[in-house]
């Protein structure tokens, strides 16, 4: 549904749907062959510049930094009232991401089961702040056991990973740093139920999805303060959110994770989450839907009732 352009009758709700839809207002505004009124996106700080949106569409879906709706002044936020809108977070794959034991995900994964194991999953990008993560890294070298496994990539020889080797060699940890590679989703479950804890050092999330999926998990997160992270790690109570993005803080925030003398129970951290499944996020959004458009889809040009689509 998050791509979807309708052209209906003229709505009076703003949707919010956190799929990860990515979309470029004006480049769908020249695009559209009709007249839409229900747009779809995921919004970031360059649409912050664009202005009275709502003069284009009376249906706005839009996916937000924190899942959370921030109106700056009504009208100011992108020219759109605050009646409009609908909020609706992104989701998890509960099936999918749960706990398992970590001895057993570090056998089936060959880690070292005494490791203190630091976890790092998305792209190498400057925009993740690995390089902030390496020295992060290069802080608790003291501590013989910690290991950071990064997941992602694009291969040994790409120009992103030569130089996150480099950074390693040059801040004496390569010894402590594994490029585990790109990991299809289906198989990145025994990655973090392996890890202590997950870290975010980006500078920018739209949302931070991995960390939903490690605390699906049962697994904590240390994250700097981007997309909804401070929302989820203050939910789950499993975690360090921190308040800028220097790595001696991001080394703080990991050891005041892997010293914790009484960590949280997976199941636990988990249970924190539960709310973020597929299930519950799909039937939100059909819910906005069905308000906009008022208990009625297009399908093949002709209207249905919305329900009829969900079996």
Known sequence: MGELLWSCDRYKRLLKNGHQVRAKVGSLI?????D???????????????????????????????????????????G??????????????????????????????????????????????????????LEAVSHLKRLRRLRLVLVG???????ESRLLKQKATNLGIDDKVLFAGRVDQKYLPPYYSSADVLVISSHYESFGLVGLEALACGRPVVSTPV???????KQSQAGHILRDRLPRSLAMGILSIITNPNPPRSNEIRKAVLKYSWSNVAAAILRE???VIGQRVFENDRLVPARALCG
């Open 153 to 159: 990539g694009d291969g040994d020889e790409a120009p």
């Open 227 to 233: 997309g909804a992270m401070e929302t989820l790690i």
């Open 36 to 78: 839409p009124q229900i747009l779809a996106v995921e919004i970031d700080s360059g649409f912050r510049n664009v202005q009275h949106i709502g003069d284009f569409f009376a249906g706005f879906a839009v996916f937000d930094q924190s899942g959370d709706l921030h109106l700056l002044g009504g009208q100011q936020y992108l």
């Open 30 to 34: 020249s695009q559209a062959k009709f």
């Open 80 to 133: 759109v009232c605050e009646e409009k809108i609908g909020v609706v977070p992104c989701g998890v794959n509960l099936d999918l991401f749960q706990p398992q034991d970590k001895q057993a995900a570090r056998k089936q994964l060959g880690f070292d089961l005494e490791d203190l194991i630091l976890l790092y999953v998305g792209r190498f990008d400057p925009l993740k702040g690995i390089e902030g993560l």
């Open 289 to 291: 839907y069905e308000t």
